[in-house]
């Protein structure tokens, strides 16, 4: 019998100025933050990390109002989404709703008890909602 390696899940906060990244770890157990980076960037960045990395799923954060109408991000994602898939149609690609991650990421930074120095440096934000949508979707499934 073959041993199977076991396969990560990345999780994508996109933005028009930055997107954060999170994995979880080789047993879908937990989310790990990767960092932030320019939306323009990412797919290099992806390419890069999912040599070293295999990944079997990746999640996108779906921008929707509260009412579940889309709105202007949530066409931009949906392009976003369709890069991802021509870059890398041999892994799964699904969103997820992202409502309030980013306000629930805010109150979880401050929990943490990080000053507002820290919490205010760009992209800790993005990547700490990125662990957020990964995290939640790890303990759904």
Known sequence: MGESKAKRILAIDYGTKR??????????????????????????????????????????????NSDGAKNRMT????????????AFPDISVETVDEYGSSRQAAKLLVESGLSRKKR??????????????????????
């Open 19 to 64: 997107t954060g990244l999170a994995k979880s770890d080789p047993f879908g157990s937990f989310a790990q933050p990767v960092g932030t980076f320019p939306p323009e960037k990412l797919i290099g960045v992806l390419v890069s990390l999912l040599h070293n990395d295999p990944v079997e799923k990746i999640i996108v954060g779906y921008p929707l």
């Open 75 to 86: 066409g931009m994602v949906d392009r976003f989404i369709e890069d991802l898939v021509k």
């Open 120 to 141: 205010q440096q760009k992209g800790r934000l993005d990547c700490a909602a990125a662990c957020l949508l990964l995290q939640n979707y790890l303990e759904s499934t």
